[in-house]
């Protein structure tokens, strides 16, 4: 099986999909919050870490299902107490963020510790969220989440939610329910972006023509976001 990389080439497979679940738990080597790996373990309870967030799983207290990534993070004493769970993949064309997130097959994914600590690994993950339009995943950080928008989401939310939308391409759309209108607005990274709308009626529908927006909500919305891309997918 052929992989495609983040820039459309082509990676060697060298790790099979994973299916662990129908919700998984990515964490990363990252900023971690008290208490957001069990938040994220009560909603996607298979734990897989990438790369050196097998140490922060191990401190916290939990084995790791699986390891995923290049290796050349993870602390040789670790690396003991995990044997049988390491997924090597040792191409460096991606990060272990998408190393990860490409191998395995949940419906769902809530990612932590990849927000929060060195911008480019932050911005890193956001292109891969964009990267990997075909996995529902959820980045969750000390204020917001942060999701792709594909195909159509349909959020509830209460009414005066700040929904910010952040284009990582140059992508057209339309959605209900917000407060400055979107419709056919010709979004771009470097011309036009969508950051603090706000939800205007209980149902906010999202749909864009092409892989590329993100959408960027207060995490205390978190269940409503997990809701409305289990639906879709």
């Not at 964490?27 to 938040?39: H, I, M, R």
């Not at 395995?104 to 911005?123: C, M, Q, Y």
């Not at 603090?196 to 205390?220: C, H, K, Q």
């Amino acid at each position: 099986m052929e992989i495609a990389g983040p820039g459309g080439q082509i990676l060697p497979a060298e790790a099979p999909l994973l299916n662990l679940g129908e919700a998984v738990t990515l964490l990363g080597g990252g900023v971690v919050a008290p208490g957001d790996l069990d938040l994220a373990l009560a909603r996607a309870p298979a734990l897989v870490a990438a790369d050196g967030g097998a140490g922060a799983a191990l401190a916290a207290g939990h084995m790791p299902e699986a390891v995923i990534g290049d290796m050349d993070s993870l602390d040789p004493r670790d690396r003991a107490r995990l044997e049988g769970r390491l997924v090597p993949i040792t191409e460096q064309d991606s990060t272990d963020f998408d190393k990860a997130l490409r191998s395995v097959t949940a419906r769902l994914v809530i990612a932590v510790g990849f927000a929060g600590a060195r911008i480019d690994h932050e911005l890193a993950a956001y292109h891969t969220l964009v990267a990997r339009p075909e996995r529902a995943c959820v980045i969750l950080g000390a204020c917001d989440i942060v999701f792709h928008v594909q195909g159509e989401v349909a959020l509830d939310l209460p009414v005066g939610t700040r929904l910010s939308l952040f284009p990582l391409a140059g992508v057209r759309g339309r959605a209900t329910g917000l407060r400055w209108p979107v419709d056919d607005l010709a979004f771009h990274p470097a011309s036009r972006i969508g950051t603090s709308n706000e939800t205007v009626a209980p149902r906010v529908r999202l749909r864009f023509d092409a892989a590329g927006m993100l959408a960027i909500l207060p995490r205390t919305h978190l269940d409503a976001v997990l809701s409305a891309l289990a639906a879709r997918v």
